[in-house]
DNA sequence: GTAATTTGACCTCA
DNA sequence: TGAGGTCAAATTAC
């Protein structure tokens, strides 16, 4: 696709990704305590621009309807624009036994497909309903619906590893949300701090060998402090597929209250949606040079 | 006990 | 007619 298009809400959220990313740039080098470019900045200055940069930029990504990086992590494809299909089925009337089998066909449905390099967590809540065996498909497609469909919604996806490169997963979505679990998707507030403005970053691990080193795709007990959904999803897609832990994305939930110790190359996670056990986790490995930080950044800012 | 997943059967539509 | 989508009982996980 050319760039000429690009809109005024992307360059806006390319200026302030890249503010970000001098934002993350001193901060490494406060971590690193070279102190150069004469920073003495506030690290906690730094974390919260930093913070403050990506929450604005994927607003002005999400606030976009011609962005096509609704997802920065994967590559969206606006597949087809179709009227939802009123048609009832006429199973309606039926009783429940009959009824089997009796469903609209997304012929005229609105879909969205994307591919991306993880089964994506979106921030909705999916439960699996079904999986078939696709005639000439190396891998099987499944089919989730959104949880909350006893409330009406009636978001459905599917979800297949790409043939041609079984790292990326194709998932199509059918329908919208009319659930209230997310308004907006790629945005997780950390609902034991609302008020924060902790954010849901996607790091693609393949890419960023530190985060995959540093981060191997945790349980949820392991680790408590992140996302709900997303543990759940990888846990869902994990055992489904049985993907190693190094071929799995790494999305964390970064939060805003971080703290910093006496030492300025100990960054400490004190954040109240930590358990005790994992206070004290040592994240100055991850934020260590900014040449890795450039790493992180690129894929944010490819859309250029 | 409850919720989520698995999987074979069933149904629709091209 | 068969591929694809869905249902729902059985199973598994928490």
């Known amino acids: ?8 809400s992307r360059m806006k959220a390319i200026e302030e990704l890249l503010r970000g990313r001098d934002s993350a740039k001193q ?31 994927l607003l002005l990504l999400n606030s976009d309807p011609t962005s096509e990086s609704h997802d920065v992590s994967s590559v969206q494809v606006w597949d087809s624009l179709k009227q939802e299909d009123s048609q009832e089925s006429n199973c309606k009337n039926s009783t429940v036994k009959s009824r089997r089998g009796c469903y609209k066909r997304s012929r005229m449905e609105q879909l969205r497909e994307m591919e991306s390099e993880a089964p994506i967590d979106d921030g909705h809540q999916w439960r699996k309903y079904g999986q078939k065996e696709i005639l000439n498909a190396k891998f099987p497609r499944n089919y989730y619906r959104c949880t909350h469909r ?23 979505y059918h329908g919208d949300h009319t659930c209230k679990s997310l308004e907006n998707p790629q945005i997780i507030l950390d609902p034991v701090s609302p008020s924060s403005s902790s954010m849901f970053l996607s790091f693609n691990s393949l890419e960023n060998p530190v985060f995959n080193s540093s981060f191997p795709t945790p349980s949820k007990q392991e680790c408590p402090f992140l996302s709900s959904s997303f543990t759940s999803s990888v846990k869902r897609e994990c055992k489904e597929e049985v993907i190693p832990p190094s071929t799995s994305s790494n999305d964390y939930l970064i939060s805003s209250d971080l703290t910093f110790d006496d030492s300025p190359r100990h960054v400490t996670l004190s954040s109240s949606t930590l358990d005790s056990e994992y206070k004290g986790v040592d994240i100055s490995d991850v934020l260590y040079d900014s040449a890795q930080l450039d790493h992180v950044f690129e894929p944010f800012l490819q859309f250029r």
Request: hydrophobic share 30%.
């Open 1 to 8: 696709m050319d760039n000429l298009g690009v809109s005024t």
């Open 150 to 172: 006893d409330q009406g919604c009636s978001a459905k996806k599917q979800v297949q590893r790409v043939e041609e490169d079984p790292i990326l997963y194709k998932t199509i």
């Open 27 to 57: 901060l490494s080098s406060v971590i690193n305590g070279s102190g150069e470019n004469g920073s003495s900045a506030n690290p906690k200055k730094l974390v919260k621009e930093v913070l403050m940069s990506f929450t604005k930029s």
